[in-house]
């Protein structure tokens, strides 16, 4: 078939290749900032926990070394330096987190039952007052 029946798609009055260079530049920052999560560099998104696999965070790190070895010589000079910078910084974090011992565990503090001891002026207890405070709910 011929390119020339297929309608180029309206790309808002970018070129096809500033397209190609920013969806170059969202993988290489995707493939970055999940490497950098699975170091415990930064907090998971959506829980706010550090997640600490450095295997996992190593085949983040494989790939972007990979793409750089396959696109050689068919990048701009901005995306190269891209690559090269992100890679150089993964780098870098990676052994901090492999030489950094692994962070230990917040433990939940015990839940103390309610004593009897009034609060002056009140009716509830003191020590339920104070469980209310610490144990709430935020939608």
Do not use: C, W
């Amino acid at each position: 078939m011929s390119d020339a029946t297929t309608p180029e798609p309206d790309l808002g009055g970018i070129s096809r290749n500033e397209m190609m260079s920013a969806l170059f530049a969202q993988l290489v920052m995707q493939q970055s900032n999940m490497a950098m999560l699975l170091m415990g560099k930064v907090p998971h998104p959506q829980t706010g926990e550090i997640v600490r696999d450095v295997e996992a965070a190593q085949l983040f790190i494989d790939q972007l070394e990979m793409l750089e070895a396959k696109t050689k010589g068919n990048l701009s000079k901005e995306e190269e330096h891209l690559l090269k910078q992100s890679l150089m910084s993964l780098r870098m974090a990676f052994v901090e987190a492999v030489e950094s011992p692994v962070p230990e565990a917040k433990k939940p503090e015990p839940v103390t039952p309610p004593t009897e001891n009034k609060i002056e002026g009140g009716d509830a207890p003191a020590a339920e007052d104070e469980s209310r405070k610490k144990f709430t709910k935020k939608y």
